[in-house]
């Protein structure tokens, strides 16, 4: 038994790894293109980004969430005893700041 190859055994060998090797260089050079090295960075920035805009979305809908809790009771109704206090700061900030606008006018 002879584990001999023909010559065009070999032939065909060496013609398969050359398109192997062929395929492989186009691969690397499509990867290291400077078109698909930008490509690849803006995907991964954006993937970043998506992910940070996505994590302050939830951060400011808890924060509102909480605000909320504390001027709205479990039913729904408004809680009056912090509503109200909030309201007269708000109004007598508001007419301070009137006032001081007025009076540098005059």
Known sequence: MSDAR???????????????LAETLDEIGVRVH??????DAKARIASTVDHTAGRAVVAVNRAVSDVKAQFVSEDGGPRLERLVPVALVTVA???LLAFSVRRRRA
């Open 6 to 20: 023909t010559p065009a055994q070999i032939e065909a060998d060496i013609v398969r790894r050359r398109d192997q």
């Open 93 to 95: 900030v508001v007419g």
């Open 34 to 39: 400077p078109k698909t090295v930008i490509g």
